[in-house]
């Protein structure tokens, strides 16, 4: 038998396989490696950097739920000058596609981060978070008004050579309303979801847990509302999608490409066990090996077949 | 490093209502384990995959035995996870990461002086014990709750180190009443008065410190105060425990005296005691 194809195209881009992990839970390519070979994923997603520095918000910013994990890290990052110096040199070394995530607070903001990262940097694709839930008047702003995505979508789409990625926030009555603006806007890719807003209350303090008092909210717990999400955009909208949310098993994974994702992100299941990404790429081919698939491509949407 | 731990003893420690339990795990952490590092732990209550919780705990290393191939992980049952934790059986097999973080380092000369404050104690035996073998002298200034705390938390145990001892519980049910620092303080002036310029002949000292965060400001204050190197184990909410997801940071003082983040994770959670800044965030 031949050996399951597991490659995957996304936007103009090959990945030797479906799996990529999450930005902001992945660092800069280099905190997991002595627990996951990159050479062995699709990509991975850079931690979002926005134009300046951030040191982000106070602590404490984690907060655990059942089955889930809170999170108001407020995008902290060294800035897109300090990245250039300091990470991107190190980045065309990594044996994998590198997403870079860039954040900001005005099309002025993310149009300055497209134009310094472009073919060649070392930068596979550039995923662009208009979906941050942590910062006032951030990049959720512009992730749940359709016009306001459409724009910074376009504002980047100019200045980069790069494939573009829409992350989009599930913090939204209509998903395809808002994948319909990103891709009149010119992206190329959608990942979603990010994170869901949510709190938590402490009842010694009598005080919410997290610092910034709103939290996202990831990890298996928003896996339903995830793969919804995925199912509904796949049915309306004609662009590969890079599907995540709660994904910590193969099983997981390979719902996700059932409901129409090309791809499939692990975020907040590296938490859980750092090697996932292993054990979902094996196992994704071992689901294809016994049901009979040449291709890993051949699940993607399956679950919509009439 | 991933690897499991099999759970080679797992007992209670002390009298049931301090709820702290012994847990000593088999498996290659403990060949690179330094004083001062913390494993993360997964917590389940079976053998079937569980997310609640989903985090893994971290936990500090109490002692580490390479010969036997063993750590020592002592707890405070305190929340559904160490409650589930507090619930493995010998045989059992947890899986670990670690040793992670950066451990104390320890002074080349002199005297090593470890401040305590309630299970701030637990990191400082692995400390006490790598100190005395490398033959440096070792003084323990502990406070604690009360006689009844101590004595679950591990007092016989360094006793049995035959090291100087310092004890104060804040109720006077063992040592002197009130706060350790005031034994500390004293110890501070006799090996430096106040007004005395330093000596050749002067004992050499640095202070390891591990316990509630006011403590360790305060610790860190009097050490300032005498000139004497101090190190703080900090401890903060982590998710990744690897650096990657910076929910962990804490706010230290850099060079230039501008307020940075480090990651207790990964740059602690040991650091130097002037460095951090105790009261504000940024």
């Not at chain 1, 098993?249 to 859980?272: C, H, M, P, R």
Request: glycine share 10%.
């Amino acid at each position: 038998m031949k050996p399951v194809d597991l490659t995957t195209q996304l936007g103009g881009i090959t990945l030797r396989n479906p799996i990529i992990t999450s930005s902001g839970t992945y660092g800069f390519g280099e905190e997991y490696l002595a627990y996951c070979p990159l050479e062995a994923l699709g990509g991975i997603t850079l931690k979002g950097i926005t134009p300046l520095p951030r040191l982000g918000n106070p602590v404490p910013r984690l907060a655990e739920t059942p089955a889930g994990l809170l999170n108001a890290v407020g995008l902290e990052n060294p800035g897109l000058e300090e990245f250039l110096k300091s990470y991107l040199p190190k980045l065309s070394k990594i044996p994998t596609a590198v997403i870079a995530n860039i954040s900001g607070f005005s099309l002025d903001d993310y149009a300055c981060m497209a134009r310094a990262l472009k073919k060649g940097s070392g930068i596979t694709a550039l995923e662009v978070n208009i979906s941050c839930p942590n910062v006032k008047h951030g990049g959720m702003h512009f992730g749940t008004d359709p016009k306001s995505a459409q724009e910074v979508m376009a504002a980047v789409k100019a200045e980069t050579d790069l494939p573009i990625i829409a992350k989009l926030s599930p913090n939204v009555t209509d998903i395809v309303e808002m994948a319909r603006a990103v891709q009149r806007g010119g992206a190329d890719v959608l990942s979603l979801i990010n994170t869901l807003l949510g709190m938590s209350i402490d009842l010694n303090s009598q005080r919410p847990v997290l610092a910034n008092t709103f939290g996202g909210l990831s990890g298996p717990a928003i896996r339903p509302v995830a793969v919804r999400m995925v199912w509904q955009v796949a049915e309306a909208v004609d662009l590969p999608i890079i599907g995540m949310g709660g994904i910590t098993s193969w099983q997981d994974a390979v719902e996700f490409l059932l409901a129409g994702a090309t791809a499939v992100s692990i975020g907040t299941g590296n938490f859980y066990n750092p090697q996932a990404p292993l054990d979902v790429v094996e196992g994704i081919r071992n689901y294809c090996e016994q049901r009979g698939y040449s291709s890993v491509q051949e699940l993607v949407g399956l679950a919509h077949r009439g | 490093m991933l690897s499991q731990g099999l759970v080679v003893s797992h007992e209670q420690l002390g009298n049931t209502d301090q709820k702290l339990r012994r847990l000593v795990l088999q498996g290659p952490a403990a060949q690179t384990a330094q004083a001062g590092q913390f494993v993360t732990v997964q917590v389940q209550d079976s053998a079937r995959a569980s997310f609640d919780p989903l985090l893994r705990r971290p936990i500090s290393i109490a002692e580490i035995s390479p010969e036997r191939d063993e750590i020592t992980l002592l707890y405070r049952i305190k929340g559904r996870g160490t409650e589930i934790l507090a619930q493995a059986r010998c045989g059992d097999s947890l899986s670990i990461m670690g040793p992670l973080g950066n451990g104390f380092s320890l002074p080349e000369e002199g005297e090593l002086w470890l401040v305590a404050g309630g299970i701030g104690i637990f990191p400082l035996f692995a400390l006490a014990q790598r100190a005395l073998s490398q033959g440096l002298k070792v003084r323990l200034f502990w406070g604690g709750e009360c006689k009844s705390f101590m004595e679950s938390a591990g007092l016989a145990s360094w006793k049995e180190l035959e090291i100087k001892t310092s004890l104060s519980t804040l109720d006077g049910s063992l040592g002197e009443k009130g706060l350790v620092t005031e034994p500390l303080h004293s110890a501070l002036t006799q090996i430096k008065p106040a007004d005395s310029k330093p000596e050749a002949n002067e004992v050499r000292v640095s202070v390891a410190a591990c316990g509630p965060k006011g403590m360790m400001q305060s610790v860190t204050e009097l050490c300032q105060r005498f000139d004497v190197p101090i190190e703080v184990s900090l401890e903060e909410r982590m998710g990744c425990a690897v650096g990657a997801c910076l929910g962990c940071v804490c706010t230290l003082k850099d060079k230039a005296g501008r307020l940075i983040h480090k990651k207790v994770c990964l740059d602690g959670p040991i650091f130097r005691g002037e460095e951090v800044v105790w009261n504000e965030t940024c």
